[in-house]
């Protein structure tokens, strides 16, 4: 049904999408990494603690995604509209409760979950502005499982464009008081970020008015409707869960390295995150790409496809990864030089720069397979597999980090742990064909 060209074709401007979003984070520890070691590893702090919250939007996205896959599968063309609406209007209610919520908690809890004073200080700073992005990335998350749910990813790449060209604008003028803008340091990051994601709003809204077919689409119906919205929860609370409870163990990951080894160990794991974020891209993408694909081809009642499609999909991406691989690893000194230029900081990452790209081959299968268990609609399956890959994560990382005292390149071999429990669940899943009868 798809060909291999054809899911490259999808998966690039998906691709580009994802690095708009994350490139974020990656521009602002790469600003940050010449403004001091405290920031740097606060920014890594703040911004997962920021996307623990995303994750929730993200995660009832990817339940619309996987449903207007399926009704685009079906040629119910119509029902999409009231996907992406109402998924919308459920969404602002979280966000806007969200923002007084962490301004608060980033002043009066956030610092006690830290032993250094100055980190806990400059992680509140950013969290209180940057929690106002959080309306702006909701709504973006629903236009974004509208184009990929419809396999229309193009404008997706323009909107990376935007996104990215935004930050990278803002962040130069805020951080250090360029272009006529007053200096602002990690604060500047945080508001360059908040600024990014409501030029991505704007451009998305005007595209999506004056490009897609709104009648088609069925998007002249605005109205709350509590029947759609419940629809999506059914398949997407367990998504939900599943993404708040990994970004939460990836959150204890950095505060177990704060706590238990210092500034400079913290400031070694976020420039090593930041690649992490960045060279598992093109892996998430196809993640993406496998869980619509296999949604839109069991929504045309092709079923005995979908194993070879998923097959296809995850060699695809172990290619790609192999390829990346073989390019970074080259150049490890030069590629951390992006984000530092002190030789010992420089020194410090080479060992768990290396170790985490020894774990980039079970991502890029692993990343494929589980996300087409969520593609099937088995999304409380998916979260199962979750919950058990996270007590075996949770346990090896307080055994390297807390009881034997590791170090930093030791500490990363947890994402081997983490990557190879899901890739070989996901495996047996889809192999036993359990889930051919999942309706949605």
Same mark, same amino acid.
Request: hydrophobic fraction near 55%.
């Given at each position: 049904m798809y060909s291999n060209k054809h899911i490259i074709k999808i998966s690039t401007p998906i691709l580009l999408s994802l690095l708009a979003q994350n490139i974020i984070q990656v521009i602002d520890t790469a600003f940050l990494g010449r403004v001091g070691e405290v920031e740097l590893g606060a920014s890594a702090l703040a911004g997962i603690i920021y996307i623990a919250l995303y994750t929730l939007g993200f995660g009832f996205s990817m339940g619309s995604q996987i449903l207007i896959g399926r009704r685009n599968g079906e040629k #119910?063309? #119509?029902?999409? =509209?009231? +996907? +992406?609406? $109402?998924?919308? %209007?459920?969404?602002?209610?979280?966000a806007i409760l969200l923002i007084p919520l962490l301004r608060y908690g980033a002043v009066h809890w956030i610092p006690a979950m830290f032993e250094s004073a100055d980190v806990a200080?400059?992680?509140?700073?950013?969290?209180?502005?940057? @929690? /106002?992005?959080?309306?702006f990335a909701f709504v973006n998350l629903m236009f974004r499982a509208f184009y990929i749910g419809t396999a229309r990813t193009k404008v997706l790449t323009v909107n990376a464009v935007v996104m990215a060209g935004t930050n990278v604008i803002f962040d130069y003028g805020l951080i250090f008081g360029n272009l006529g803008m007053p200096e602002l340091g990690i604060a500047g990051a945080a508001i360059a970020s908040v600024i990014a994601e409501f030029a991505s709003t704007v451009f998305l809204l005007v595209y999506t008015r004056k490009a897609v077919d709104l009648d088609k689409y069925g998007f002249r119906? %605005?109205? /709350? $409707?509590?029947?759609? !919205?419940?629809?999506?929860?059914?398949?997407?609370? /367990?998504?939900?869960? $599943?993404?708040?409870?990994s970004i939460v163990t990836w959150m204890l990951f950095f505060v177990f390295i704060e706590n238990y080894m210092g500034e400079r160990p913290l400031a070694v794991t976020n420039i090593v995150r930041s690649f992490y974020t960045i060279l598992t891209i093109p892996s $998430?993408?196809? =993640?993406?790409?496998?869980?619509?694909? @296999?949604? #839109?081809? %069991?929504?045309?009642?092709?079923?005995?496809? +979908? %194993? #070879?499609?998923?097959?296809? &999909?995850?060699?695809?991406?172990? =290619? +790609?990864?192999?390829?990346? !691989? =073989? &390019?970074?690893?080259?150049f490890p000194r030069m590629m951390i030089r992006i984000y530092t230029d002190d030789p010992s900081l420089i020194n410090d990452t080479v060992l768990p720069f290396y170790v985490l790209i020894s774990s980039l081959p079970i991502y890029s299968m692993g990343s494929v397979l589980f996300n087409s268990v969520s593609g099937t609609g088995n999304t409380r399956t998916a979260l199962k597999f979750e919950i058990i890959t996270l007590f075996f994560y949770l346990s090896y990382m307080w055994f390297v980090i807390i009881y034997m005292r590791f170090s930093v390149a030791v500490a990363w071999t947890t994402e081997h742990?983490?990557?190879?429990f899901l890739l070989t669940l996901s495996f047996i899943y889809l192999r036993s064909g359990k889930w051919k009868e999942r309706k949605i």
């Open positions: #119910n063309y #119509n029902k999409i =509209g009231d +996907v +992406v609406i $109402q998924g919308a %209007i459920f969404l602002l209610i979280p200080g400059a992680v509140t700073e950013y969290l209180e502005w940057r @929690v /106002f992005g959080i309306i119906k %605005i109205r /709350f $409707q509590w029947s759609v !919205i419940k629809k999506v929860l059914d398949i997407s609370v /367990f998504m939900m869960v $599943q993404y708040l409870f $998430q993408a196809l =993640g993406t790409v496998a869980s619509t694909l @296999v949604s #839109n081809t %069991i929504g045309a009642d092709k079923r005995d496809e +979908v %194993i #070879n499609l998923i097959k296809r &999909i995850a060699f695809i991406s172990l =290619g +790609v990864m192999v390829c990346v !691989i =073989g &390019i970074v690893s080259a742990v983490y990557w190879l």
